[in-house]
């Protein structure tokens, strides 16, 4: 996990609230990434973000919302127009071309 | 359409037998492929990472082997330990052009390691 603190572990939320997942780190890192992973699916891209105070849309991006306003946090917030937001959620980071470090993630109940 | 296929979809072997297993991937340009490894419930953990050049990278009892020409990996687990209990999942990034490469992931490979 690192220098990546993902919060809460677990959040359990009714169908049509909007919910922010926190995702902190103390790497350094320009690159923050998003992910969604689904059982029996490889992970999926929502959101990147290579620089504070920009984002991209990844793969997935719809019913979603990120914001880059420090360079060590990457808030991602589930809206209520996300259609299956139940998932394990991980945020990532990387400098440059290297690899890769994920947190520990969130696992996102919706009922 | 870039893919990465990984193989089985899951396996139990007994604890001290070795285990391998297979990623095939349709990605292009290739980059790099890496090996992660994903406890129940944490974030996946890199193992190895192999550029084209290289045909075999081992760390610890993990030894990752390449074939850019049959566009295949496998990772070879020596001497299982219920620790090895994982997800195993390959990841091959793609050059895309800009100042990050795509990453494709495969659906990974749940290794159970019995006593």
């Known amino acids: 996990d690192g220098g990546i603190t993902q919060s809460p572990k677990y959040l359990f939320r009714k169908e049509g609230q909007n919910v922010t997942l926190s995702c902190e780190q103390n790497?350094?890192?320009?690159?923050m990434y998003w992910y969604r992973q689904d059982p029996g699916q490889g992970l999926r891209l929502i959101y990147y973000?290579?620089?504070?105070?920009?984002?991209q849309k990844g793969d997935i991006a719809e019913g979603y919302s990120v914001s880059r306003e420090k360079k060590e946090s990457f808030p991602l917030t589930v809206t209520s127009a996300q259609k299956n937001p139940t998932a394990f959620y991980l945020c990532?980071?990387?400098?440059?071309?290297?690899?890769?470090?994920f947190g520990p993630g969130t696992r996102l109940t919706v009922t | 359409k870039n893919q990465v296929e990984q193989s089985p979809q899951s396996l139990i072997i007994l604890e001290g037998k070795n285990c391998t297993l297979q990623?095939?991937?349709?990605?292009?340009?290739?980059?790099?492929l890496r090996w992660y490894k994903q406890d129940t419930g944490r974030g996946p953990v890199s193992l190895t990472i192999?550029?084209?050049?290289?045909n075999t990278k081992s760390n610890g009892r993990y030894t990752a082997t390449l074939d850019a020409d049959t566009k295949q990996s496998s990772l070879h687990i020596t001497a299982s330990q219920l620790s090895d209990s994982a997800s195993y999942i390959c990841?091959?990034?793609?050059?895309?052009?800009?100042?990050?490469?795509?990453?494709?992931f495969g659906t990974g490979t749940l290794l159970a390691v019995q006593p």
């Open positions: 990532a980071t990387r400098q440059g071309s290297y690899e890769q470090y």
């Open positions: 790497l350094n890192h320009d690159a």
């Open positions: 973000s290579q620089i504070v105070n920009d984002f």
């Open positions: 990623c095939n991937y349709t990605v292009s340009p290739f980059s790099n």
């Open positions: 192999m550029t084209f050049s290289e």
């Open positions: 990841v091959v990034s793609a050059r895309d052009g800009g100042a990050t490469n795509k990453l494709i």
